[in-house]
C-alpha cells in the first residue's frame, strides 16, 4: 500500500483565518514533504520532515506553520494567507530522506484564499 | 546542481497512437530518474522510476522508459494511448550527492491529450 492522505479536499478561507491541512500515511515513512503546486506548474518544495524533525525550510514565510505530531502525520498550520497563496498543497512521504528514496504523493489539497 | 528539461509543453496525440514524452536531465553525480503522473484535478501518482540496473522500466499500465545516460535522457513512451491518458505528465531527478540530493527536482511538465 503505498497511500498518503489528505485532508479536507477543498478550502477556502479568508485572509484573517487560521486553518489546517493533515497529510497522514502509515507506510512506516519517515520523511515527509509539503510541495505547492501552482496551476499549470510543478510542485515547488516547501518543508522537509525526517524522523519527525524538520530538515529542511525553503524559506517559506512564517504564515505557514508545520507540524509533525507523530511520525505517520504531518500538518500545515495557515495564518493570514495572502490570495497569491491560493494553490494545491500536497504532501508526500518516503522511507527516509535522500536520492533513492521514492517520494509518494497524496492527492492534495485545493485552497482558496479570498 | 541538476535540471530537467521537458521539452514539449503539450503533445496532443489520436487515440490508439504512440506517444513519446521526452525528458533531458543534466546533473554531475549520479541521477535517479522518475516519471509522474497527474490527472485533472488530483495529486501526482508515480509511474515508474529508474534507481540502478536495467535501463528500461515499465508502468502497470503500458508505458516504458528508457534511461540513456549517453543522451541524458529518460523519455516516455507507450505504443498506443487511450483516453483515460490524458493529463500532466511530469519527468523528475534526484541526484546522488551534495546538500540537496534529498530533493525532487522537476521538468515543467508535459501536457498529453489523447483525441478520441
Known amino acids: 500500500d503505498t497511500e498518503v492522505t489528505q485532508t479536507p479536499k477543498h478550502l477556502v478561507m479568508g485572509m484573517t483565518n487560521k486553518k489546517s491541512l493533515k497529510c497522514e500515511q502509515h507506510?512506516?515513512?519517515?520523511?515527509m514533504y509539503w510541495y505547492k503546486q501552482k496551476a499549470k506548474k510543478p510542485p515547488e518544495l516547501m518543508f522537509v520532515?525526517?524522523?519527525?524533525?524538520l530538515s529542511i525550510n525553503e524559506s517559506v514565510p512564517s504564515r505557514f506553520s508545520p507540524e509533525c505530531p507523530n511520525s505517520s502525520l504531518l500538518n500545515l498550520h495557515l495564518h493570514a494567507l495572502q490570495p497569491e497563496d491560493s494553490a494545491l498543497y500536497l504532501c508526500?512521504?518516503?522511507w527516509g530522506q535522500g536520492a533513492l528514496k521514492t517520494q509518494y504523493f497524496g492527492p492534495g489539497t485545493r485552497l482558496l484564499v479570498l | 546542481a541538476q535540471s530537467v528539461t521537458q521539452l514539449d509543453s503539450q503533445v496532443p496525440v489520436f487515440e490508439e497512437a504512440p506517444v513519446e514524452l521526452r525528458c533531458n536531465y543534466s546533473?554531475?553525480?549520479?541521477?535517479?530518474l522518475f516519471w509522474y503522473v497527474q490527472y485533472p484535478n488530483q495529486g501526482l501518482q508515480l509511474l515508474l522510476k529508474?534507481?540502478?540496473?536495467?535501463?528500461l522500466v515499465e508502468s502497470i499500465n503500458g508505458f516504458e522508459a528508457e534511461f540513456n545516460k549517453s543522451q541524458t535522457s529518460f523519455h516516455l513512451r507507450k505504443p498506443s494511448v487511450h483516453i483515460s491518458d490524458t493529463a500532466e505528465y511530469f519527468c523528475a531527478v534526484s541526484g546522488a550527492s551534495g546538500a540537496g540530493s534529498y530533493q525532487l527536482t522537476f521538468g515543467k511538465g508535459t501536457k498529453l491529450s489523447v483525441i478520441p
Open positions: 520532515y525526517s524522523y519527525e524533525k
Open positions: 529508474y534507481l540502478s540496473g536495467s535501463t
Open positions: 546533473s554531475s553525480v549520479s541521477v535517479y
Open positions: 508526500a512521504s518516503s
Open positions: 507506510m512506516g515513512h519517515r520523511a
